[in-house]
C-alpha cells in the first residue's frame, strides 16, 4: 500500500496534470481586428472552449482608447457605439474568459475607428458606395435650405428622396484643405428623372455641379471629387437636374478621393490657378456658366508643350454640352484656344504650343458659349505633356 505522502504527492500531480490539460485546451479568441467610422456600430464577437470544463464567465474590457459604453460585456459578444472623432483612434478590447476549473484565458483585439469610411483594400481606386437601401441613414426633412442641412454625411451613407423640382435636401459636411474628397452618388431611376448634385460653400457660392442621369435599370454611380482652399462647412445639395424630377431614392456620402490631383475651389483668377505638375492629370468640373479653371504650369525656354483635355457629356439629352481650354501666359495674352464638344463619348483635344521663354503658363477651363450649347455637368481631366 502507497504510502500517504506517495499518495498525496500522485493526487497533486493528477490535480497538476487536469489543471495544466484545463489550461492547455482553453482557448479564447476576441475576434479579428475591425475598423469602423466614427459612430458607426460594432459587435465584438468572442469564442472561447473548455473542453474539460464548462465557461463561466466572459468579460469584456476596453483597456485603451476613448470612452464607450459597452452592451453586452458579460457575455460572448460585447456591442458598443464607436466615439465620435475628429482624428483616427484605436480602441483596444480584452475579453476574459473563467471555467469552472479555474482557468482563465484571455485575448486582445484592436478597433481602429476612422473619421472617413474606410477604402475597400480590395479596390482601393474605386470604392462603390451602397445602393440606397443599404443607406446607414436616412435624410430628416425639411432639409431644404442651408440652416436645415443634415449634417451626418462624412459619417454615413444617407438615402434620400427628390420630392418634385422644388425639393433641395442640404447636406453639411465639414471639410479640410489638403485633403481631396469624393461625393459618392448612386441612384437607380430606370426613368427620365434625373439628380442634381451641387457643392457650396457656406457663402451659398457654387463649387461643383454634376448632373446624374439614369436611364438604365442598374444603378448609377456617380462620383465628383473635389478639394477645398480653406477648412470649413461645406454643403452638398441633391435636387433634380433641369426639372426632370427623379422617382427613387438615392444614396449620397462623402469619403476620401482615390485622385490625387484635384481642382480646388475657388481657382477662378490667375492668382488662385492650382499649379499642375507635367504628366500629371488634374481633375476639374465646371460648375456654372462663369467657372473659370486656372492651372499653372511652370515651362522650360524653347519647349513644346501638349495641353491634354479629356472629358464626355455623352449623357442622355446633356450632350450639346462644350467646353473651351484656353491657354495663357503671365500677361494674360491668349496663346491658344480650342472647343470641345462634349457630345463623344471620349471627347478629347490636343492643343500644342510652342514656348519660348521660360515662366508661368496657364491653362483656363470654361463653359464654352455657342449656339445650342450648354454648361458642362461632367468632371473633366487636364494634362500637360512635354512633347
Ligand atoms: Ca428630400
Ligand atoms: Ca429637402
Ligand atoms: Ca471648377
Ligand atoms: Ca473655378
Known sequence: MPSLITRLLVSIFVVALVSCDSTDAFYVDAGADQTVQTGGAVTLVGTADSPDGSITSYEWVKISGEIVVLTGENTSSASFTAPIITADTVLIFQLMVNDDRGGRVTDDVNVFVTVLPPVDPENPTDPTPPPPNQATSLETEPNNI????????????????VANDTDQDWFEVNLVAGTNYRIQFAGSEGSEGRWGVNVYDTSSSLLALMAVVDNSSAVSNANLDIGVGAAGKYY???????????????????ITS?????EIETNDSLLTADA????????????NDTDQDWFSFSATESTNYQILFEGSEDISDLASAEWNVN????????????PVDGSDVASSASLNVGI???GTYYIVVEYGPSVLSEVP???????????
Open 146 to 161: 442651408l440652416s436645415e442641412a443634415n449634417s451626418r454625411i462624412l459619417a454615413d451613407t444617407i438615402s434620400g428622396q
Open 236 to 254: 452638398v445639395v441633391v435636387e433634380s437636374y433641369n426639372f426632370s424630377v427623379p422617382t427613387q431614392p438615392y444614396a449620397v456620402t462623402v
Open 258 to 262: 482615390p485622385i490625387s490631383k484635384v
Open 276 to 287: 499642375l505638375t507635367i504628366a500629371e492629370a488634374i481633375t476639374g468640373q465646371v460648375a
Open 327 to 338: 491657354v495663357y501666359d503671365s500677361s494674360n495674352n491668349l496663346l491658344a484656344s480650342t
Open 356 to 358: 519660348g521663354a521660360a
Open 377 to 387: 455637368t461632367q468632371p473633366y481631366t487636364v494634362t500637360v505633356n512635354v512633347l
